[in-house]
């Protein structure tokens, strides 16, 4: 049985106005003045995310699918899981159905939920969650006009070796493939 954690204290940041200072269809910027726990004067910026976000991993026989493409904040292609945004109102689940499609062609029999996370959240108020695809249908895939993807197969020794080496850094894909290789370990996972 797992623990609870401690219950958490009371909040020591006080608000005392919040100013949006950019905005688009992604994300808005907020700066609000505070008083910080160490009870003194600041200003503190929250980037707040227009959707959550869903990361699958479409497992196989050992191999996971991955998606390659080029990523315009860090001007470098990646490899990373099948990733996207999910609009507030999108069920979660059918938000993971649809981005392995979209991004791989690939349909799935069965989605587990395989874990949460916010993946910086000292300066962003983002959300999401990562699931498991396994029973895999293979079709074709239906990329937006910003993606320039491109999907491959590899054994998952493999995928952790490339995060080792630091040629994979997307933060979902690092906690997926952790994720699996503790499956695997624990004999949850073939």
Request: aromatic fraction near 8%.
């Amino acid at each position: 049985m797992t623990q609870k954690l401690p219950p958490a204290p009371s909040n020591p940041w006080i608000t005392h106005s919040t100013e949006s200072v950019f905005e688009n269809d992604w994300f808005r910027v907020e700066t609000s003045a505070v008083t910080t726990p160490g009870n003194t004067a600041g200003q503190y910026g929250v980037v707040r995310m227009a959707n959550r976000s869903v990361g699958v991993v479409p497992y196989e026989n050992g191999h996971v699918w991955m998606v390659g493409q080029t990523r315009y904040a860090l001007n470098q292609y990646s490899w990373e899981i099948p990733e996207g945004g999910v609009p507030k109102g999108e069920d979660m689940l059918a938000a993971a159905r649809r981005e392995l499609k979209e991004e791989t062609g690939l349909s799935a029999r069965t989605l587990t939920h395989l874990l949460d996370f916010h993946p910086s959240n000292s300066i962003t108020d983002e959300y999401g969650e990562i699931y498991l695809a396994t029973g895999l249908t293979r079709g074709a895939s239906a990329l937006e006009p910003t993606e320039d993807i491109t999907s491959i197969r590899i054994p998952l020794s493999d995928l952790l070796s490339y995060i080792e080496s630091g040629q994979i850094t997307d933060v979902m894909t690092i906690m997926a493939a952790y994720k699996l290789r503790l499956m695997q370990l624990a004999g949850e996972l073939e």
